[in-house]
Each structure stands twice: as structure tokens, then as C-alpha cells.
T-cell receptor
Framework: DAGVIQSPRHEVTEMGQEVTLRCKPI?????LFWYRQTMMRGLELLIY????????DSGMPEDRFSAKMPNASFSTLKIQPSEPRDSAVYFC??????????FGSGTRLTVV | AQSVTQLGSHVSVSEGALVLLRCNYS??????LFWYVQYPNQGLQLLLK??????LVKGINGFEAEFKKSETSFHLTKPSAHMSDAAEYFC?????????????FGQGTTLQVKP
């Protein structure tokens, strides 16, 4: 199994630009999670899906952030417009059942 | 609301010494508890999990953790530290029964292993 695949691994963008992060979960997993990791705030759950349906998006910082899961094998997290304070490592994780996540390697986002 | 507190943001041990990383949780329902490890520039990897079966849980790489309800603790231990254990460790909690899938993480503990 290739595990949870995230792309890109690194992204540098200018303030105001749109950023799209991508995630391919493990086949057969019915939960998908997006987390953000920063030194100041640690690991924060942004949103999670069950069977492609968003269950809890209370962690999404503001309207500039949106996430979709059009099918069981793909999810995106979009930031529009991006700001320097969005700089962080964004992790996607998937799970079969609601625990025991498998994390991707993350996308390191830098907004300048 | 559920929460996790990891005592000590940095722990330093000598190679071969006992590793003890502390985690206390708060949960109004029976919790599921987890320990994850993160190596530099990598995602988090599951070390072990407690899901209301045996209170002493064995994980990968020689780690184990004991669930103590009376102390609301789930400390991670390893009898003998190895240089390769140097990493950041995260404790996490989620609901037990009626699990919603939402994992809440502690702030992490960086383990340094000295030769």
C-alpha cells in the first residue's frame, strides 16, 4: 500500500494567491482528516469527512479555507486568498473506522 | 470537552536509559487514547492505541503505555532508549463509544537521546 499521498510536498506562494493542497487516502478508508501543524498552535484539526461527507468543519479558520472530497480517493484543501499566517505544515490522514489514523507526509506551505 | 496535556515539552535521556513521556487526558466519556511519533519532515506514525481492552498496551519499537483511569493518565515508556528514538511524540484522545473520529492531540514532547 502506498499510504496516504499528499501533494505537493512543498509550496511557496505569494500572499493573495490561491493554494490547493491535495490528498489521496488509503483505498478502503472511510474517514479523511485535514490537520494543520504550527509551532505556536501544534496540531489542529481543520475538517474531517466520513464517506466523502464533511462531518465537522469547526476547525476551519475562516472562509478563506475550503475543503472538498468529490470521491473516496481524493480530497482538496483550498486557501483563497492565502496570507502569511497560513504558513504551516498541512497533513492529511485517513482511517478505516474512526481511529488509528494513517498520516501523509504533509505539505509545507510558505506564504510570502 | 476532551483534552490532552503532555507534561514536559522536552525530555532528554541517555542511550540505554528508561524513557518516560507523560500524558494526562480529560474526557467525560470513556476515551480512546493514542501515542504517535513524528520524525523530522515526516508525518505522524501510530505507536500504540488503547481502545478499552487491556490497560497495558504494547506498541511498535519497544514502546508501551498503561491506561490508568484513576490518574487519568496514559504515560508512554520504553525500558532502554535508542538513538533512533529521538523524535517528537504526541498523545491524542478521542471518544470511545459513539466515536466521532475526532482526535485531539497534545502539544507534543521532543525526546532527545544522548550517546
Amino acid at each position: 500500500d502506498a499510504g496516504v499521498i499528499q501533494s505537493p510536498r512543498h509550496e511557496v506562494t505569494e500572499m493573495g494567491q490561491e493554494v490547493t493542497l491535495r490528498c489521496k487516502p488509503i483505498s478502503g478508508h472511510d474517514y479523511l482528516f485535514w490537520y494543520r501543524q504550527t509551532m505556536m498552535r501544534g496540531l489542529e484539526l481543520l475538517i474531517y469527512f466520513n464517506n466523502n461527507v464533511p462531518i465537522d468543519d469547526s476547525g476551519m479558520p475562516e472562509d478563506r479555507f475550503s475543503a472538498k472530497m468529490p470521491n473516496a480517493s481524493f480530497s482538496t484543501l483550498k486557501i483563497q486568498p492565502s496570507e502569511p499566517r497560513d504558513s504551516a505544515v498541512y497533513f492529511c490522514a485517513s482511517a478505516q473506522g474512526p481511529y488509528g489514523y494513517t498520516f501523509g507526509s504533509g505539505t509545507r506551505l510558505t506564504v510570502v | 470537552a476532551q483534552s490532552v496535556t503532555q507534561l514536559g515539552s522536552h525530555v532528554s535521556v541517555s542511550e540505554g536509559a528508561l524513557v518516560l513521556l507523560r500524558c494526562n487526558y480529560s474526557s467525560s466519556v470513556p476515551p480512546y487514547l493514542f501515542w504517535y511519533v513524528q520524525y523530522p519532515n515526516q508525518g505522524l506514525q501510530l505507536l500504540l492505541k488503547y481502545t478499552s481492552a487491556a490497560t497495558l498496551v504494547k506498541g511498535i519499537n519497544g514502546f508501551e503505555a498503561e491506561f490508568k483511569k484513576s490518574e487519568t493518565s496514559f504515560h508512554l515508556t520504553k525500558p532502554s532508549a535508542h538513538m533512533s528514538d529521538a523524535a517528537e511524540y504526541f498523545c491524542a484522545v478521542s471518544h470511545g463509544s459513539g466515536n466521532t473520529g475526532k482526535l485531539i492531540f497534545g502539544q507534543g514532547t521532543t525526546l532527545q537521546v544522548k550517546p
